[in-house]
C-alpha cells in the first residue's frame, strides 16, 4: 500500500522506535547513523533510564514513514549495531487518550524531506510577492485606537514550488501577523554585502545575490552620535 509523508511533524503510532539497552557513552549521532539508512529522520533522543528501571540508557527515534520504522525495528532488534551488547527495539504503539495537534514543519526539515526524495535539484522555490497587507484589511472591533493598530502588521505571501522533473508547478498563500513594540522602532537599517570572492556586485544573478545579503537592524543606542549621512554610506558599502 502507498503511505502518503506529509511535510508535518510526524504523528501517530507506528513511527517512532523505543531503543533499549544503550550501553553509557552512546551517542546520537551513533543513533542516527545507524538507523537513517532506513529512511529519513525527524529526531534522535537518548535519555538516563528512569530509576526504578535500572542505571543505563534508552532513545527515542523518530521517523516520518511509519513503513522506514518497521523495516528498521526488523533489521535492527537484537542487534549490536555500534555497541558489544545487542539492542533492543520496538515500534511504539501506545495509544494516547486525546488526538495529538499537528504541528508544521519548520523550513529546515521541509528542505531535508524535500532533498530526501525529490532530490538536490528535484525541486525549486521562489517568492513570487511579499507585501504588506495591514492598512488593507476592516477592523472587527472599530474601538480599536490607532496606537493600537501600529503594533500589528500583517504580510502576504506568496510562493511557488516547481518540480522540473514533472513538470508540475504549485503556488500557496499564507498570511503571518507580526507584533511590534512601538518603543523598539528607529527606522535604521544597515545592508551588509559580503562576498568570498573579488566580483563586482554588478556582475552577479539575482540568483547569486540569494545568500549573500545581510540585513542587520541597528538601534539608537548602537548607533551613538552617527549621523545619517554617514549611515547611508555605510549601507552603500
Known amino acids: 500500500?502507498?503511505?502518503?509523508?506529509?511535510?508535518?511533524?510526524?504523528?501517530?503510532?507506528?513511527?517512532?522506535?523505543?531503543?533499549?539497552?544503550?550501553?553509557?557513552?552512546?551517542?546520537?549521532?551513533?543513533?542516527?547513523?545507524?538507523?537513517?539508512?532506513?529512511?529519513?529522520?525527524?529526531?534522535?533522543?537518548?535519555?538516563?533510564?528512569?530509576?526504578?528501571?535500572?542505571p543505563g540508557y534508552y532513545a527515542l527515534v523518530k521517523f516520518y514513514s511509519a513503513r522506514d520504522a518497521c523495516k528498521a525495528q526488523c533489521a535492527c532488534n537484537q542487534q549490536s549495531l555500534f555497541q558489544k551488547s545487542p539492542l533492543k527495539v520496538y515500534i511504539c504503539t501506545?495509544?494516547?487518550?486525546?488526538?495529538?495537534?499537528?504541528?508544521?514543519l519548520n523550513s529546515y526539515k521541509c528542505r531535508e524531506l524535500a532533498n530526501h526524495y525529490l532530490g538536490f535539484n528535484g525541486w525549486s522555490s521562489r517568492i513570487i510577492t511579499l507585501q504588506n497587507i495591514s492598512g488593507f484589511e476592516e477592523e472587527e472591533n472599530e474601538e480599536v485606537t490607532t496606537s493600537s493598530r501600529k503594533q500589528h502588521s500583517k504580510y502576504l505571501c506568496v510562493q511557488e514550488l516547481t518540480f522540473p522533473l514533472y513538470g508540475v508547478r504549485t503556488r500557496g498563500v499564507g498570511v503571518a501577523e507580526l507584533h511590534i513594540d512601538p518603543n523598539q522602532e528607529n527606522?535604521?537599517?544597515?545592508?551588509?554585502?559580503?562576498?568570498?570572492?573579488?566580483?563586482?556586485?554588478?556582475?552577479?544573478?539575482?540568483?547569486?545575490?540569494?545568500?549573500?545579503?545581510?540585513?542587520t537592524e541597528l538601534s539608537l543606542s548602537q548607533l551613538g552620535p552617527i549621523e545619517e549621512e554617514e549611515i547611508s554610506d555605510l549601507t552603500m558599502q
Not at 503511505?3 to 522506535?17: M, Q, Y
Not at 533499549?20 to 529519513?40: I, K, R, V
Request: aromatic share 8%.
Open 1 to 54: 500500500m502507498v503511505e502518503i509523508v506529509e511535510f508535518r511533524v510526524p504523528a501517530g503510532n507506528g513511527r517512532t522506535l523505543l531503543v533499549l539497552g544503550l550501553e553509557t557513552g552512546a551517542s546520537e549521532h551513533a543513533l542516527y547513523l545507524a538507523f537513517s539508512t532506513f529512511g529519513p529522520l525527524y529526531s534522535v533522543g537518548v535519555h538516563q533510564n528512569a530509576p526504578v528501571a535500572g
Open 94 to 104: 501506545r495509544q494516547r487518550p486525546f488526538p495529538q495537534q499537528v504541528l508544521a
Open 187 to 215: 527606522g535604521k537599517v544597515a545592508v551588509e554585502y559580503s562576498s568570498p570572492q573579488e566580483d563586482p556586485i554588478d556582475c552577479l544573478t539575482e540568483e547569486e545575490l540569494k545568500g549573500l545579503l545581510q540585513v
